[in-house]
């Protein structure tokens, strides 16, 4: 089992900056990429960012390309999403996830709200 703890949501005005933090801990040695994906009331689950463990490889989804980015810190076993530039539209549950090949594991979520 895999265990997921996300930190770092919250209330943020728009044109601002938030960094969100997902550590993972249990049998994480067959995880091979781990990521964001957001939920936006009313709308679908969508993938924000991935990465892999070697951090060799980073995927955006097209809605938050040159102002997310995503890292990891693998003596933390923590991935890091640092949110610029944020605006209304990336309101939303943000869920950490973790996959091997044949397995996804979630984290509970955490609120993003970008208000005024």
């Known amino acids: 089992q895999v265990q997921l703890v996300e930190t770092g949501g919250g209330l943020v005005q728009p044109g601002g900056s938030l960094r969100l933090s997902c550590t993972a801990s249990g049998s994480i040695g067959h995880i091979y990429v781990m990521g964001w994906d957001r939920q936006a009331p009313g709308a679908q689950r969508e993938l924000v960012a991935a990465i892999t463990r070697s951090g060799e490889s980073t995927n955006y989804g097209d809605s938050v390309k040159g102002r997310f980015t995503i890292s990891v810190d693998n003596a933390d076993d923590t991935i890091y999403l640092q949110m610029n530039s944020l605006k209304a539209e990336d309101t939303g549950v943000y869920y950490c996830?973790?996959?091997?090949?044949?397995?996804?594991?979630w984290g509970n979520g955490t609120l993003v709200t970008v208000s005024s």
């Open positions: 996830h973790a996959r091997s090949t044949t397995v996804a594991y």
